[in-house]
């Protein structure tokens, strides 16, 4: 690899043993993006509108992309690890709460991620470690700042929907509307109760 760039790799490898200890856990489990075919079935346009960048950005998006295939298929299986998960059309994700809804009742897991799409997977013995504010968030502070159980998330996720990733949700509904909605503490009359209730009128 020594015509290629190595900051990722370098980054990975060196943050594992840190974040081990820091989630006091004994065993690692690696998930992978293998592409987004799945997700696009279903609505064409996710991360539709995310654009390519000049020729810099282009190059700099490959490099990482490289680095990461390489820690996948290369690296981390001679530093002797294993469980090391990806498939194809999946996004890693995906893979993740296919791992976490596998573990046994007695199983106390760790998922490292800053994307909020996997709080719908915290419960007793899962939690969340954010590894940019360093922080740990579990389903308990999760229903005391959302109101609702984590396993709602998804439905509030659907209705307030994602701009990031092109996923379009009810017009003028965010998150901590849908979150009252899905708690049942949004009033029948209000204008937001009667837009989510319209749309699901819809689907039905």
Request: hydrophobic share 40%; charged share 25%.
């Amino acid at each position: 690899d020594e015509d290629h760039a190595t900051g990722v790799v370098f980054g990975f490898l060196r943050d594992i043993p840190h974040l081990l200890e820091t989630c006091t856990a004994s065993r690692v489990v690696f998930c992978f993006d293998a592409g987004r075919g799945k997700r696009r079935e279903i609505a064409p346009d996710y991360k539709g509108s995310r654009a390519p960048g000049d020729e810099g950005a282009a190059a700099v998006r490959a490099a990482v992309a490289y680095q990461i295939g390489r820690l996948r298929d290369r690296h981390l299986p001679r530093l002797g690890y294993r469980n090391i998960f990806s498939r194809g059309g999946y996004e890693a994700d995906d893979v993740i709460a296919s791992v976490v809804g596998a573990l046994p009742g007695s199983v106390q897991a760790t998922i490292v991620s800053g994307d909020s799409d996997l709080y719908q997977l915290l419960r007793p013995g899962v939690r969340v470690f954010n590894p940019r504010t360093r922080q740990h968030y579990d389903h308990k502070a999760f229903a005391a700042e959302w109101g609702i159980d984590p396993v709602m998330w998804a439905h509030v996720k659907a209705a307030a929907g994602c701009p990031t990733d092109d996923v379009v949700g009810i017009r003028g509904i965010g998150e901590k509307t849908a979150a009252r909605w899905a708690a049942g503490r949004l009033p029948p009359t209000s204008v937001a109760y009667m837009k989510i209730r319209d749309e699901l009128a819809t689907l039905t």
